[in-house]
Nanobody, 120 residues
Framework: QVQLVESGGDLVQPGGSLRLSCATF????????MGWYRQTPGEPRELVAT???????SYADSVKGRFTISRDKSKNTVFLQMNSLKPEDTGTYYC??????????????WGQGTQVTVSS
């Protein structure tokens, strides 16, 4: 069984920074991509940033230049460094993984979410 566990969410003032982490538990044969999504009440979940197994990175236009996604390949862990935070960045941030676990088929996995609140 594979689990993604996020951490690092917090209450921060506008202009501040946070670093989110997503740890993978379970044996992984292949990582196709990992990424971060965010959601606010009543809104659909939206892509924030992704990184493929080959290292290709993409960002939502709203976070370009402020957020940086990175990973530790040896631990299948992905990070999201968030700088110059704005109130509109508030939401629940979910880690996503397009993974093939050992002895299991490829599948999409989600973490439980971590809350980021940007407010003065």
């Amino acid at each position: 069984q594979v689990q993604l566990v996020e951490s690092g969410g917090d209450l921060v003032q506008p202009g501040g920074s946070l670093r989110l982490s997503c740890a993978t538990f379970g044996s992984i044969f292949m990582v196709y991509s990992m990424g971060w999504y965010r959601q606010t009440p009543g809104e659909p979940r939206e892509l924030v940033a992704t990184i493929t197994g080959a290292g290709t990175i993409s960002y939502a236009d709203s976070v370009k230049g402020r957020f940086t996604i990175s990973r530790d390949k040896s631990k299948n862990t992905v990070f999201l460094q968030m700088n110059s935070l704005k109130p509109e960045d508030t939401g629940t941030y979910y880690c996503n993984g397009d993974l093939r676990p050992t002895m299991l088929p490829r599948n999409t996995y989600w973490g439980q979410g971590t809350q980021v609140t940007v407010s003065s």
